[in-house]
């Protein structure tokens, strides 16, 4: 792979953390291949300026991960969604514990759809190798006709998905009442394009319309704060890590008030309500 270039940001200083022993957050050029693997299709994946292209054609999507997993922090990139009829597309950007059974994972899935319909960001959230969480939300602008921040916010209190600094969803830490929160496991950051028109756009109604391949998405601004795994012992469980200060514990009340925008206006599936599904709701949805 050629040599990509972005923005790397290291949670603690870890040489000076002995020395310091203070929460020290720096950042620094770095290449995207430094931290960031092709994990699937290397012919599919390109370099133009400081952005990665990915392809979805016939013959593949692809896909690259970080090398290093993290434990707790906050994880975002600037991605730009495959234009035009994108439906039976799925980008996705997320973060994994890569352990099978008990696997944890923090999920943004972009569901493509025909052209002018509205593009649906599907979140879920595995945790000790249970998901089922599923909550889609309609986004209320185009995500193909420029780059949007999407962030994963991961405290030992909440982890919170944001779309251009909105949190479209918040789950909380609510282990007082016997409900599971990841917190045991560094997950790694992945991301892919890929096919799955058996379900993504209209339940699998619509199938991807080769004649408009490839498809592509564009992915910059890579920005990691968090705690390395491998790496200080003591990171993890820092209470001084900025992502753990009082800001971060809960949504302030302008997030509060855009995270209740989101739901009442863009929110078009949420598991908690779903009956059918769930005869008896979930204990994290009360
Ligand atoms: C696609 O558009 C349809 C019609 O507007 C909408 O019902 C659906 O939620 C959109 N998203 C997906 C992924 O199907």
């Not at 292209?53 to 969604?81: H, P, V």
């Not at 479209?168 to 009442?177: F, M, P, S, T």
């Not at 799955?196 to 109604?205: I, K, P, Q, V, Y």
Request: glycine residues 6%.
């Amino acid at each position: 792979m050629a040599v990509f270039y972005s923005w790397r940001h290291v949670g603690l200083c870890t040489l000076l953390w002995a020395v310091v022993s203070a929460v020290c957050v720096w950042g620094r050029p770095a290449a995207f291949g430094q931290d960031f693997r092709v994990t699937w299709s290397n012919s599919h994946l390109k370099q133009i300026g400081t952005t990665i292209q990915l392809t979805l054609d016939r013959d593949s999507g692809c896909g690259f991960a970080s090398y290093k997993k993290y434990l707790f922090g906050r994880i975002s990139m600037k991605i730009k969604l495959v234009a035009g009829d994108s439906a039976g597309t799925v980008t996705a950007f997320y973060m994994n514990s890569d352990t099978d059974s008990v696997r944890d994972e923090l999920d943004f899935e972009f569901l493509g759809n025909r052209t002018g319909q509205p593009y649906t960001v599907q979140t879920n959230i595995y945790i000790h190798g249970q998901g089922n969480r599923e909550q889609r939300v309609n986004l209320w602008f185009d995500p193909s006709a420029d780059f949007h921040t999407y962030t994963i916010l991961w405290t030992h209190r909440q982890i919170v998905f944001k779309v251009d600094n909105v949190p479209i969803r918040v789950y909380k830490n609510n282990e007082a009442r016997g409900i599971p929160y990841p917190k045991m496991q560094a997950m790694g950051v992945f991301s892919t394009l890929w096919e799955a028109d058996n379900w993504a756009t209209r339940g699998g109604l619509e199938k991807i319309d080769w004649s408009k391949a490839p498809f592509y998405a564009y992915y910059k601004d890579f920005d990691i704060e968090g705690c390395p795994v491998p790496g200080p012992a003591n990171c993890p469980s820092n209470p001084r890590n900025w992502w753990e200060g009082p800001a971060y514990q809960s949504l302030n009340a302008m997030e509060a008030r855009m995270y209740r925008w989101v739901r009442v206006n863009h929110m078009i599936y949420d598991y908690c309500q779903d009956r059918p599904r769930f005869p008896v709701t979930p204990p994290e949805c009360h």
